[in-house]
């Protein structure tokens, strides 16, 4: 059934451009900010984020209260700057940079999994950093997704959207 979804979804919309963000540091920040938030929040906390620290490598001297300060209007600030802290952090001690762009250069499920064990990197935001970032064939569930496939029979009610996104990645 998923088979005949992404068909008819081929069909009407068609394939459409990949454009991939010119800086996948930038883009997983984005990501980790618009957890449980509006995307105008997670825009002006990116904006205000952005005006603290206009080249991202910056963060790892940046105080966390500063960035907590920086991203307060999408909420979580402590929790969202201790997470930014620990990707700069990793970043910089496991590959010497601030750059994100070698999860792009990994298989697929490595790059899934390596986001997935960072703190703050959920099933979802790997997913949506994988193909809009990557451009692999990842496809984000999240809870209109989940409710969804949940109505048209395609998974039990039970089924959380992390499962789901588990059953469906296609590698």
Excluded at 19 to 26: C, D, G, K, Q
Excluded at 122 to 127: E, L, N, P, Q, Y
Aim: glycine letters at 6%; one cysteine or more; proline letters at 5%.
């Amino acid at each position: 059934m998923i088979e005949e979804i992404d068909n008819r979804l081929l069909d009407f919309f068609g394939i459409p451009e990949k454009t991939i963000p010119a800086n996948s540091l930038e883009a997983l920040v984005r990501g980790i900010l618009s957890q449980n938030t509006s995307d105008i929040n997670r825009d002006r906390a990116f904006d205000r984020l952005k005006t603290l620290v206009p080249d991202f490598k910056d963060l790892f001297n940046t105080e966390q209260e500063e960035i907590e300060k920086a991203i307060k209007p999408a909420g979580l600030g402590r929790q969202r700057a201790e997470r930014i802290k620990h990707l700069v952090g990793w970043l910089n001690e496991k590959y010497g940079n601030f750059n994100c762009d070698f999860l792009c250069d990994l298989e697929p499920n490595e790059s899934f999994e390596t986001l997935t064990s960072l703190p703050g990197i959920g099933v979802k935001t790997a997913a949506v950093f994988l193909l809009f970032v990557c451009g692999f064939d990842y496809f984000p569930v999240d809870t209109h997704i989940k409710r969804i496939f949940k109505r048209i029979g395609l998974f039990p009610s039970k089924f959380t959207a992390e499962r789901i996104q588990l059953e469906i990645s296609p590698y």
